[in-house]
């Protein structure tokens, strides 16, 4: 339903989706997914709270292709600031598969919460540590240019 309604409505200038609690699993997620990666639907997404809502590995999968197809948008849409996607059963294999999205400038995030996901503490540290390099390279031409 909120997919229909999001398409029929584009574009939105919605800042914030709260979907948490909801028990949405993967396949809500695969239909989330390309209005994630649409330049004409939700441009100015800042927040994406997808707590509890067991997506597992292939829903974490499916949500950074999305965010990876988002990153390469002409022109790209800004960072999201919150991707929040708390006890969702993703484990060790989601949070590393988000690090390496996100090391590889194909999920641009500025903070991601994966807590209560049965990740070992370093993967989730090896995530934090992407994040903040993505940043410091986002960051960087901006410096360089002034």
């Known amino acids: 339903t909120l997919a229909t309604l999001v398409r029929e409505h584009a574009p939105l200038a919605v800042k914030n989706i709260y979907l948490d609690d909801n028990f949405l699993g993967a396949e809500a997620i695969d239909l989330l997914a390309p209005l994630l990666a649409s330049s004409d639907v939700l441009p100015s997404l800042e927040r994406l709270v997808l707590t509890s809502n067991a997506m597992g590995e292939h829903g974490v999968a499916t949500l950074c292709a999305a965010l990876a197809a988002r990153a390469e948008l002409e ?3 800004p960072p999201l600031a919150l991707l929040d996607i ?20 194909r999920c641009a995030v500025e903070r991601v919460d994966v807590s209560a996901n049965g990740a070992a503490e370093a993967t989730e540290r090896e995530l934090d540590q992407a994040i903040k390099i993505a940043k410091s390279k986002r960051r960087a031409p901006a410096a360089s240019a002034s």
């Open 86 to 105: 708390a006890s969702n059963e993703i484990g060790d294999g989601g949070v590393a598969a988000l690090a390496s999205a996100v090391s590889a400038g």
């Open 75 to 77: 022109p790209p849409p």
